[in-house]
């Protein structure tokens, strides 16, 4: 798959377009590109148009000039889409490619909206929160008295993610997990599927049976053996149930 490049005013955004039919589009996660979905690619392009996109930030796009929001990451996607006559396209999408897949789709009309351990329920618990407002306070007072504790606190806090993210990103991954998902997923109207690992520990099973209460036309495809990677750990059944989605009028 050969990239091509749009540009933007925050920098330029590699894509991919491969096969003829109806368009997919597959959207990537969190620290993930979109060669991470190429054994898909490959058993889709015989009989669909698939399009691709690596976001500002991962794979071989720039990192963005300044940090972005999810509204941001959707116009992207939706300027790139008109440009290429791309409409009423299937999408399948991938933790934080499901937050960017549930907003465009929440203003755009879609055919079929496939999330695999999507992003965009937040979990609620008093330890998250008393996390929260710990490094929230600790952060206001090393910021006043200690310049070395302040910024070993910003360095050492946060996920895995944040951890090992440039400073833009840093502030980019703290808007998106900032942003409420919620009154997009209400507005869905394509028909949904929910495919999910129930061992994953990242956007958790229980997480997918709230969307699935939210989203009134949608479907839980569980898969047994995978935590957040359900597309890569359980590949073949990925793809089995992929087609056969697709094939559905």
Not at 27 to 41: A, C, D, E, R, T
Not at 94 to 116: C, E, M, P, W
Not at 146 to 157: A, P, Q, T, V, W
């Amino acid at each position: 798959m050969k990239e091509k490049y749009f540009k933007f005013s925050v920098g330029n955004m590699a894509y991919y377009i491969q096969g003829s039919g109806a368009p997919v589009v597959i959207l990537h996660g969190w620290g993930q590109n979109f060669y991470s979905f190429k054994s898909i690619v490959e058993e889709l392009k015989d009989r669909y148009l698939v399009i691709g996109v690596d976001f500002l930030g991962f794979g071989l796009s720039d990192e963005p000039s300044v940090p972005l929001k999810i509204q941001d990451y959707t116009f992207h996607l939706t300027t790139l889409l008109e440009l290429l006559d791309i409409r009423n396209p299937s999408i399948i999408a991938h933790s934080f490619g499901g937050r960017i897949a549930l907003h465009y789709a929440s203003k755009n009309k879609v055919d079929k909206l496939l999330l695999t351990s999507s992003a965009g329920i937040k979990n609620k618990s008093i330890k998250k929160y008393f996390n929260i407002y710990k490094y929230k306070g600790l952060k206001r007072i090393y910021k006043l008295f200690s310049k070395k504790k302040y910024e070993d606190l910003i360095k050492n806090s946060g996920s895995n993610d944040y951890k090992k993210s440039s400073f833009i990103m840093k502030k980019t991954l703290s808007n998106i997990v900032g942003y409420s998902s919620i009154h997009d997923i209400k507005r869905i109207k394509a028909k949904t599927y929910l495919l999910w690992g129930i061992n994953d520990d990242q956007t958790k099973f229980s997480e997918c049976i709230k969307m699935n209460k939210l989203i009134k036309d949608s479907i839980i495809i569980p898969f047994y053996e995978s935590g957040h990677f359900c597309y890569l750990e359980e590949k073949d059944k990925f793809i089995r149930e992929v087609k056969t989605i697709l094939e559905e009028n």
